[in-house]
């Protein structure tokens, strides 16, 4: 079983990202940062955890308001670091953990936590500047991640107590994995800052240490308190401080403090805290819990001919979807009917997916795990009613399939082809 063995509370600006990149370790401005994250960096050196969960916000870098949501949980292998407009920063890609990630997806959702997942997204300062103070990278990172990024930009945004309970039914999930692994929880943000409008450069250091006192022994406090007075205590963009509730909220009620620090160098509180469980948390029921995750698919499996579009078959055939989707593109649609093996190439197709797209495998891409929308769009492409598609995952002829509908001569596509 997988257990919680810490959580940690760090700001993420890139202040932090900024003085590892340009070695300002011995610079007497920038040296407190150093020190402070010294024991947290100790710690995890001597705790070795197999994955850190780790909370952050996205900074309008990989998520945008096109699709904004409140709990978005990375499910894939490996995260790079994004682009925040002067180039990535030099850090190897982190590992990620993806089937602890989809245990937890699928605990998550059982519980009612309508979440977003991603896959194939770099990680901005939110993430990386705090990790990379707090793991030596040098040669690759020592463990592996499972990234939460939590939508605190554009409200409404999730209150501080449902952070907290997200972090209650995250310990659910974690300790209901069956692989025996250790899980530090780690949570960012803060401390009280304002980057925006005319009180930007706005700080409250006692209010910071309060906050950091009430997240060891008050946690309730902080889970009752509106965004506006976050915002009031923090500044505006300080109230991000609520995820930090997701960590406290999945360690037991009493907890212990091995550090805790506060330093004030421009913009930005800068903190960090290192809580230990003081005792043991309420128990997990492993077996309930499962039971839970596998309720709603429960007998699926007896359905013939039918086949859950899973979080593992999303990770398995994302290559192979993307490349489907792609085909809402005119450029990338056009090289795959001027010159398919180049599309293939470009997309760096395997041999086996190749061969499924040319041989327009209809049923084998559904047991492939290609999802039947992009199937349907492949068709659209290449001139074909949608029937055609649907006869083929049957094994008969589109003529021999219309017959078994109501109205045989009904035959259509997304797209606006002849059919």
């Not at 006692?206 to 009752?224: G, K, N, Q, S, V």
Request: glycine share 10%.
């Amino acid at each position: 079983m997988a257990r919680i063995i810490g959580g940690i509370g760090s700001s993420h600006t890139p202040t932090i990202g900024f003085a590892v990149d340009q070695g300002k370790q011995d610079d007497p401005v920038w040296a407190p940062i150093f020190e402070a994250y010294r024991p947290v960096r100790d710690w995890l050196e001597t705790k070795r955890p197999d994955v850190l969960f780790f909370i952050y916000n996205d900074h309008v870098t990989s998520f945008f308001f096109d699709h904004y949501s409140a709990f978005t949980l990375g499910i894939g292998e490996s995260y790079e670091a994004a682009d925040e407009g002067g180039g990535p920063r030099n850090l190897p890609p982190v590992r990620g953990h993806g089937a602890l990630a989809r245990h937890i997806g699928q605990s998550m959702m059982a519980e009612e936590f309508d979440m977003s997942f991603f896959q194939s997204k770099p990680l901005d300062h939110g993430c990386l500047s705090p990790l990379s103070v707090m793991w030596p990278y040098e040669g690759g990172w020592p463990g592996q991640i499972i990234p939460l990024a939590v939508g605190v930009l554009q409200f409404p945004i999730p209150s501080a107590r449902r952070c907290y309970k997200f972090g209650q039914a995250l310990r659910r999930a974690i300790e209901s994995y069956p692989e025996d692994l250790s899980v530090a929880i780690v949570a960012t943000g803060g401390l009280s800052h304002q980057v925006h409008g005319e009180r930007a450069g706005f700080n409250n250091p006692e209010w910071d240490r309060e906050f950091l006192d009430l997240m060891i022994d008050e946690p309730e406090t902080l889970a009752d308190m509106t965004h506006a007075r976050y915002a009031e205590l923090g500044g505006w963009e300080g109230a991000e401080v609520i995820m930090w509730l997701v960590m406290r909220g999945a360690m037991p009620e009493h907890v212990n403090c091995l550090h805790k620090s506060y330093y004030l160098p421009s913009m930005t509180g800068i903190a960090n805290l290192l809580l230990e469980p003081a005792g043991a948390g309420p128990e997990t029921d492993v077996k309930a819990q499962r039971a839970l995750i596998g309720r709603q698919l429960e007998g699926a499996e007896a359905l013939t001919g039918t086949y859950p579009f899973t979080l593992e078959l999303s990770v398995q055939a994302y290559r192979l979807n993307t490349y489907l989707h792609d085909m809402v593109k005119p450029e990338h649609r056009k090289l795959f009917l001027r010159d398919p093996e180049d599309s293939y190439a470009q997309a760096g197709l395997t041999e086996a997916e190749q061969t499924l797209v040319n041989n327009r495998d209809w049923a084998g891409l559904i047991h492939y795990g290609a999802i039947f929308f992009g199937l349907e769009k492949l068709a659209a492409v290449l001139g074909l009613p949608n029937a055609a598609v649907y006869a083929g995952m049957r094994g008969e002829t589109m003529a021999d399939f219309q017959k078994t509908r109501n109205v045989p001569g009904a035959v259509y596509s997304v797209s606006d082809i002849k059919v």
